[in-house]
């Protein structure tokens, strides 16, 4: 499995090769999407893509925590984390690139399912 991270200028250059806007087009408008994301989430709401998965903002209580040098108990604040949760076209598209399938052959799959 690879370890490479996509980036935004990897985005930005999948755009500008698929879509065929410029680079400085494509770099503008995939800081435009991700910042309507982030801006959505940071409100509080969620943030459904579909074939993909959603960003969910949860409300986590005050706990106990410990620091694993000391062993010392340590309270943690409430707080509000984001969580991913992927669709299910995602997590059947994962599991065949594990088995050896191709992505495009089980989007088809969960296409047909769907109908």
């Known amino acids: ?6 980036t935004r200028a990897d985005l930005a250059e999948a755009v500008f090769r698929k879509i065929g ?3 400085t087009e494509s770099a503008y408008l995939v800081e435009m999407v991700l910042g309507e994301i982030c801006s959505t989430i940071a409100k509080g709401e969620a943030v459904k893509i579909s074939s993909f998965g959603s960003f969910l903002v949860r409300e986590k209580n005050e706990r106990v ?8 108990e340590v309270p943690i604040s ?6 991913f949760k992927p669709s299910n076209v995602m997590k059947d598209r994962i ?5 050896g399938r191709r992505p495009a052959d089980v989007e088809v799959e969960a296409l047909k399912a769907a109908e």
């Open 1 to 6: 499995m690879s370890e490479k991270t996509l």
């Open 21 to 23: 806007l410029s680079r």
């Open 65 to 72: 925590g410990r620091n694993p040098k000391t062993g010392q």
């Open 78 to 83: 409430p707080r509000r984390v984001v969580v």
């Open 95 to 99: 599991l065949a690139s594990h088995n």
